[in-house]
């Protein structure tokens, strides 16, 4: 399961998958902590394996767009030619995730842009309760959402459904609206995930924690929440990333519950957004701290 309840799910790794730094991601799943009883085990659930990057502007040449840009475009040409399914290349990043969870059982994790040209191969590929999506904060609009809910459905994956980035007095509910559009019928499969609000007071932050917000939104959901630091403090608070995450997996929402059911964090290094990321040593510092007052949650059964 992704999440269970009281222990916390850690999801880690670059901000966008390469050939260069897939080995932080092997790195980043032999880390172990000790759990309350004394014994040593994982510390990380499953691990960012973006191939396709969500984008103000189009980058034609395909930097920064990445790893899988150049078979996005191919494939997206054939599926507007009408071409079947069948003939569409595999993804470089879908190659490189099944590899990852044969070799470490992990869970993978990636962001979703155009669910009909991504999701087919995912499909092929990735096994059953091994793979879990998300929308980029930017798009807000249910129908994506909708089509990543028909293949989550029927291959028990995960959905993530990401804050708006920009605050205002609908906020809260475009967020909640995007769970019914993800129509799936096990909630437990259906996590809410905070990355904070862009907004003129914002400071050094990258995007403006709300953790308000997130508690009304799993309060009225029901459902599990996880926090982004990484798009919340952002380059200019790097250094603050770990303790203002220590901070947040302590927000309970009473005395029996905590706010935060796990962490989607970018840690290595990265083509993209290196300038957040925290260093795996950093991010094992993390670990055995959050070890010492959560349970860590590290088996996908």
């Known amino acids: 399961m992704l999440t269970k309840n009281g222990n916390l799910t850690i999801i880690a790794g670059p901000c966008s998958i390469d050939r260069h730094n897939l080995n932080d991601i092997y790195r980043i799943s032999e880390i172990t902590v000790k759990n309350a009883q004394g014994k040593k085990q994982k510390a990380v659930f499953g691990t960012r394996v973006v191939g396709l990057k969500s984008r103000t502007a189009l980058s034609k040449?395909?930097?920064?767009?990445?790893?899988?840009?150049?078979?996005?475009?191919?494939?997206?040409?054939?599926?507007?030619?009408?071409?079947?399914?069948?003939?569409?290349?595999?993804?470089?990043?879908?190659?490189?995730a099944k590899k990852i969870i044969q070799d470490t059982g992990m869970l993978v994790a990636t962001e979703v842009m155009c669910p009909l040209v991504q999701l087919p191969i995912f499909e092929k590929h990735i096994a059953k309760n091994k793979l879990l999506i998300w929308n980029p904060a930017v798009n807000q609009l249910g129908w994506p959402v909708l089509k990543m809910g028909h293949y989550a459905k029927r291959n028990h994956w995960y959905i993530g459904l990401k804050n708006g980035k920009w605050l205002s007095s609908s906020m809260e509910k475009t967020w909640l609206g995007l769970m019914n559009f993800a129509n799936l019928k096990n909630s437990e499969n259906l996590v809410f995930i905070q990355r904070g609000v862009d907004v003129k007071n914002k400071g050094d932050f990258r995007s403006l924690p709300v953790h308000e917000s997130a508690i009304r939104v799993k309060q009225i959901s029901r459902c599990k929440m996880f926090f982004d630091p990484s798009h919340s403090f952002g380059p200019k608070l790097r250094h603050?990333?770990?303790?203002?995450?220590?901070?947040?997996?302590?927000?309970?929402?009473?005395?029996?519950?905590?706010l935060y059911d796990g962490i989607?964090?970018?840690v290595g290094h990265s083509q993209t957004d290196t300038?957040?990321?925290?260093?795996?040593?950093?991010?094992?510092?993390?670990?055995?701290?959050?070890?010492?007052?959560?349970?860590?949650?590290?088996?996908?059964?």
């Open 61 to 96: 040449d395909g930097v920064g767009m990445g790893i899988d840009y150049e078979a996005f475009m191919k494939n997206t040409d054939l599926l507007l030619n009408g071409s079947p399914l069948k003939k569409m290349e595999t993804l470089p990043s879908v190659i490189m």
């Open 240 to 258: 603050k990333i770990v303790d203002g995450v220590i901070d947040a997996m302590k927000i309970k929402l009473d005395d029996n519950s905590f």
């Open 264 to 266: 989607l964090i970018e």
């Open 275 to 301: 300038d957040q990321h925290l260093t795996i040593k950093e991010f094992e510092e993390l670990c055995h701290r959050l070890a010492e007052f959560r349970e860590l949650n590290y088996e996908n059964n």
